[in-house]
C-alpha cells in the first residue's frame, strides 16, 4: 500500500479527530499549517506533555520489551528500532519479527509503533512516545496460534527480555482472571530483581473484561487503564480495578501494521506502550533512576482526572499520566515499588519459606526408639478358613461329626443283632403249634 494512500488516511483521521476533540473538555493544541496529517492525528504527543519531554530526552539508551504477537519487519517506522528478537510461542521466527496469529498478528506491531516507532522522515510519519529507544520484539501466541501454553510463553518471554537487556517491558494483554500461573512468580520477580520497568493494559470491557486481570493483578506492575480524548474513562476500551496505577489514551489511537498500512484503533493495548515509551523517556533523562523510583515518577506526577473519586481511583489510579513533569519532577527517593511487592505477596499467599531461617537455640533431644511394631496379618477373604478357624472350630466339629457318626452306626448294628437273635428263638415253637395232628 502507498505512502499517499497511508497519508490520505490520516488526513481523514485528523478531520474527524479534530471535531471530536474541540466539543471536549480538553482543547487539543492545534495543528500548525501544513504540519503532516499523521503526526498531527496523534493528539497525545501535545495533550499528554510528550514533545515537552521530548526537550529532556527521547529514550536514548533504553530498551523496551514488546511482549506482544511480534513487531512487523516492512514498515519503515521501524528501521533502527528493533534491535532483537525472540518467539516464544513455537509458531513464529527466531527473530519474533513474523506476526503470529490468524486474528491478532498485526496487534504487536500497533503496539511497538506507539512506544518506539521512527517516522516516515523528518516530521512525517508516526512517531512513537519514546523515538530514539531501542525495540525488542518477542512474539508470542494467543490460543490455537500457539504451540506452548500462554503461561509458559510469558514467563520465558520475561526472562529472555531481563537476559537480553530491556529496561522496561510492555504488555498489553490480559488472562481476564485475577489469578495467575505460579510460573509467573518467579519470572516477573526476576524481572524486579533486575531493576526492569513492567507496564502491563488493564484490559477492557468491549472484550468482556470488567475487572482488571492478570498480569495487570500482579504487585509491581505499572497497570495502565484507558481514557478517551477528554480524558474520560473509556467506556469500551478500558476497564477499572485497585490495581491501575494511571491512565492513558485508549481510544482514536494510530497504529502501524506489520505490512505498512496505519490503521485507527481502541483499546488499553494502545494505553500501555504510550505509558511505556514514557517510562523510557524518564530512564533515559534520568540513567541512575532505579525501576522502583521511575514508577514513583510517573505515578506522583499524574494530573488528576476529573471523574476521579478517589487518589487512586479504580478507574483511573493516581490520575492522566503528564510525560514532561514525570521526566523533569524531583520527587524524594523512594526504596520500594509503590506498586507493591510481589515477594511480600508470594510469602503470604504461595506460602513460601521465611527468610532466614530460624536459628537453633536448644540442642537437639535425643529420643529413643519405638518398639518394633507387631507383624501385620494379611488381609484374607472371609469366605476362606484361616488356621485359627480350622484348629478350633473346623477340626473339632468334623471330629464330633464323625464320632456321633460312628455312636449311631454301632448303636444301629445292635439294634439289628437284639432283633435277629429274638427272631431266632421263636421260631420253633410257632412251626411245633401250627404243624398237623
Known amino acids: 500500500m502507498s505512502r499517499r494512500w497511508v497519508a490520505g488516511v490520516g488526513a481523514v483521521l485528523v478531520g474527524a479527530l479534530a471535531s471530536t476533540l474541540l466539543t471536549g473538555a480538553t482543547t487539543p493544541t492545534p495543528p500548525a499549517p501544513g504540519a503532516d496529517p499523521v503526526r498531527a492525528a496523534q493528539y497525545w504527543l501535545d495533550d499528554y506533555g510528550i514533545r515537552d519531554a521530548w526537550k529532556t530526552s527521547k529514550g536514548a539508551g533504553v530498551r523496551i520489551a514488546v ?9 519503515v517506522e521501524f528501521n533502527g528500532a528493533v534491535v532483537g528478537g525472540t518467539d516464544v510461542s513455537g509458531s513464529g521466527t527466531p527473530d519474533g ?24 522522515g523528518p516530521g512525517t510519519g508516526m512517531i512513537g512516545v519514546a523515538p530514539e529507544a531501542e525495540l525488542l520484539s518477542i512474539s508470542v501466541g494467543f490460543g490455537t ?24 517491558i510492555n504488555l498489553s494483554l490480559t488472562t481476564n482472571m485475577p489469578d495467575w ?16 520497568v513492567v507496564v502491563v493494559a488493564a484490559g477492557n470491557r468491549g472484550s468482556g473484561t470488567t475487572r482488571v486481570g492478570a498480569p495487570a493483578t500482579i ?17 469500551e476500551a478500558s476497564t477499572q480495578g485497585i490495581t491501575i496505577g494511571v ?37 533515559s533523562a534520568h540513567p541512575d533512576m532505579d525501576a522502583n523510583n521511575v514508577i514513583n515518577h510517573i505515578i506522583r506526577t499524574a494530573r488528576p482526572a476529573a471523574g476521579a473519586k478517589t487518589v487512586p481511583d479504580p ?39 521465611v527468610e532466614p531461617a530460624p536459628e537453633t537455640t536448644r540442642p537437639p533431644v535425643t529420643i529413643p526408639p519405638l518398639p518394633r511394631a507387631d507383624s501385620v496379618t494379611r488381609a484374607t477373604s ?5 488356621t485359627d478357624t480350622l484348629l478350633y472350630g473346623s477340626l473339632p466339629l468334623i471330629a464330633l461329626t464323625l464320632s456321633a457318626i460312628l455312636v449311631a452306626l454301632g448303636v444301629t448294628a445292635a439294634v439289628r443283632r437284639i432283633r435277629s437273635a429274638r427272631t431266632s428263638r421263636a421260631e420253633p415253637l410257632i412251626r411245633k403249634e401250627t404243624s398237623p395232628s
Open 219 to 235: 504487585p509491581g506492575v505499572l497497570t495502565v487503564a484507558g481514557v478517551d480524548p477528554q480524558g474520560k474513562a473509556s467506556v
Open 382 to 386: 472371609p469366605l476362606l478358613p484361616s
Open 97 to 120: 519479527r513474523t506476526p503470529v496469529g490468524a486474528v491478532d498478528a498485526n496487534h504487536g506491531s500497533w503496539v511497538g509503533s506507539l512506544a518506539g516507532s521512527r517516522g516516515t
Open 315 to 353: 478507574l483511573y489510579g493516581y490520575g492522566l499520566v503528564d510525560a514532561a513533569a514525570a521526566v523533569t519532577a524531583d520527587l524524594p527517593t523512594v526504596a520500594t515499588n509503590p506498586m507493591g511487592s510481589l515477594k511480600d505477596w508470594i510469602r503470604l499467599y504461595r506460602r513460601a519459606a
Open 247 to 283: 491512565a492513558a489514551p485508549s481510544e482514536d489511537l494510530l497504529g502501524v501494521s506489520a505490512d505498512g498500512r496505519l490503521v485507527q484503533w481502541d483499546g488499553t493495548s494502545g494505553a500501555a506502550p504510550i505509558v511505556a515509551g514514557i517510562a523510557a523517556l524518564v530512564r
Open 67 to 75: 511482549i506482544d504477537t511480534g513487531i512487523g519487519k516492512g514498515p
Open 145 to 168: 496460534s500457539a504451540k506452548v501454553p500462554f503461561a509458559e510463553q510469558i514467563a520465558d518471554a520475561m526472562r529472555w527480555a531481563v537476559d537480553h537487556g530491556a529496561d522496561v
Open 181 to 196: 500461573d505460579t510460573s509467573w512468580d518467579s519470572a516477573f520477580l526476576y524481572a524486579y530483581e533486575h531493576d526492569v
